[in-house]
Nanobody
């Protein structure tokens, strides 16, 4: 069974920073794209960022470009999301996911349990 476990969420004031981590276990993810998604109350889950298996290709939602950075360390089977200049509208549950095709969000078939990020004004 593949397991993805997020950590690093919490409460932060607007303008602050957080770094989320997602650790994979049970299977190798050396050739899997990994991504971050988020869901706020009453809203659909939305794409945030993704990174290819080699780390040389990344994708970002327009709402987070210039503020968030995704990276991965395959030796540790871990993906990170560095979030800077946080805004109240970034408040959501953040989910880590993995799949074979970076640009095909429907292919992300493995999901973590989510971690809450709350940004206060």
């Amino acid at each position: 069974q593949v397991q993805l476990v997020e950590s690093g969420g919490g409460l932060v004031q607007a303008g602050g920073s957080l770094r989320l981590s997602c650790a994979a276990s049970g299977r190798t993810f050396s050739y899997y794209a990994m991504g971050w998604f988020r869901q706020a109350p009453g809203k659909e889950r939305e794409f945030v960022a993704a990174i290819s298996w080699g780390g040389r290709s990344t994708l970002y939602a327009d709402s987070v470009k210039g503020r968030f950075t995704i990276s991965r360390d395959n030796a540790k089977n871990t993906v990170y999301l560095q979030m800077n200049s946080l805004k109240p509208e970034d408040t959501a549950v953040y989910y880590c996911a993995a799949g074979p095709y970076i640009s095909d969000y429907a292919s992300y078939n493995y999901w973590g349990q989510g971690t809450q990020v709350t940004v206060s004004s």
